[in-house]
């Protein structure tokens, strides 16, 4: 038996110990995705089969390199968040379930960084 | 058991079922996205080798030029191209948009059709930038 309010135990956040978090971390990096998303496939679609120096130029422009640092970490976060879900929907034994959310998350987060240092390498050196 | 219920088909079965449109885009949109998060391997492949210089991007250029690494690029376009419509329509839905089934099909259709179009425009002024035409 409680005595707090319906809204009191919302505001204290419920039973899930957690808010929408998930769910509109989700939404703002889908809504930022879209046109991160037109400006990618543009400049792979533009410099697909270039010669390096012209690809490097092109990626080493500050605009351009904030962008893919953008698109990068943007879209490996949108990765890691909807790749929980699959992983909470398929896998119910509670090991391979921690498991499989470490595998996730390291995993976006190595690719994520790698990319940035690579991004920021083309930005300095070309 | 009774000749009626014996014929009756069980629910659903495959052979008969008929997908509901919704069903097919939000099953692909999964598979999609799963699919993209390995195509991220092949972005930071691309980004590192151009980090690294001439000729650790020329191998990676003789890898996606390949025939094989065609298709992968452009099931990845597919992908990619997919994802972010059906995204678009998830967006619509969390304002509370196209909820109505004919509209959800509708939408759903055109999603298909659109990714199709959007991804053979791409390719080709891929290979236009590559000055194959």
Redesign the interface.
């Known amino acids: 038996m409680t005595i707090q309010t319906p809204l009191g135990r919302v505001r204290g956040l419920g039973s899930a110990k957690s808010g929408v978090e998930h769910f509109w971390h989700q939404?703002l990096t889908?809504?930022a995705?879209?046109p991160l998303?037109l400006w990618f496939?543009w400049i792979?679609?533009?410099?697909?089969?270039?010669p390096?120096?012209d690809?490097?130029a092109a990626?080493g422009h500050p605009i351009n390199a904030a962008l893919?640092l953008l698109f990068?970490v943007a879209?490996?976060y949108h990765?890691a968040l909807?790749?929980r879900v699959?992983v909470e929907d398929y896998i119910t034994a509670k090991g391979s379930k921690l498991a499989l959310l470490f595998f996730v998350n390291f995993a976006a987060f190595a690719?994520a960084m790698?990319?940035v240092?690579?991004?920021l390498?083309?930005a300095i050196?070309f | 058991m009774p000749e009626s219920r014996a014929k009756r088909p069980t629910s659903p079965h495959l052979q008969i079922y008929k997908w509901p449109v919704t069903m097919g885009t939000s099953i692909l949109h999964r598979i999609t996205g799963v699919g993209l998060g390995v195509g991220t391997l092949v972005l930071a492949w691309w980004l590192v080798a151009a980090s690294m210089g001439p000729d650790a991007y020329a191998v990676f250029e003789t890898t996606a030029f390949h025939w094989f690494g065609r298709i992968v690029l452009f099931g990845f376009t597919l992908a990619l191209v997919y994802h972010a419509l059906n995204g678009v329509r998830h967006l619509a839905w969390d304002f509370g948009y196209g909820f109505k089934v004919a509209t959800a099909n509708m939408t759903g259709l055109l999603t298909y059709g659109a990714t199709v179009i959007v991804t053979l425009v791409i390719w080709i002024a891929a290979y236009a930038s590559m000055g194959a035409f």
């Open positions: 939404r889908a809504a995705l879209v998303t496939v792979v679609a533009r410099y697909a089969g270039a390096h120096v690809v490097v990626l893919m990068v879209g490996l990765m909807g790749l699959v690719i790698v990319c240092v690579a991004v390498r083309i050196r």
